[in-house]
């Protein structure tokens, strides 16, 4: 019984005098990247008489123009594309009693753009 009690010793004692397992590396520091704030455009739609029953429309961006066309009573109603530094500039409008444009850039629509009647 005494060899056990001295087998039974010797193996507590080996587990104990091992070292603690080597704890995992800690995760690497959370780096903050810098983003750009969303761009501020400011979209504009001009249109202008340029006979009976047409207008011209013009599309900007920024106080450029990007885009336009025409619009008459016969085809009222007209999409217009153009670019503005790479984003996709699209402008949906119809002639009614003035020109109603709905602007969208890459595809998000923007409030609708309406001209004062002449």
């Keep these: 019984m005494r060899g056990r009690a001295l087998l039974l010793a010797g193996l507590l ?29 400011s979209l504009e739609g001009r249109s202008r008489p340029i006979g009976p029953g047409k207008q011209s429309v013009d599309i900007f961006v920024n106080g450029r123009r990007v885009g336009g066309g025409t619009l008459t009573t016969q085809q009222p109603r007209g999409s217009f594309r153009g670019d503005y530094e790479g984003h996709d500039v699209l402008a949906d409008c119809t002639l009614t009693d003035k020109v109603r444009c709905s ?14 009647a002449p």
Excluded: H, M, N, Y
């Excluded at 080996?14 to 455009?41: R, T």
């Excluded at 890459?106 to 753009?113: I, L, S, T």
């Design 13 to 41: 004692g080996a587990a104990c005098a091992q070292p603690p397992p080597v704890a995992p590396p800690p995760p690497p520091p959370f780096v903050a990247v810098p983003s750009a704030p969303p761009e501020s455009l």
């Design 103 to 116: 602007i969208s850039i890459d595809a998000a629509k923007e409030v609708p753009r309406t001209d004062p």
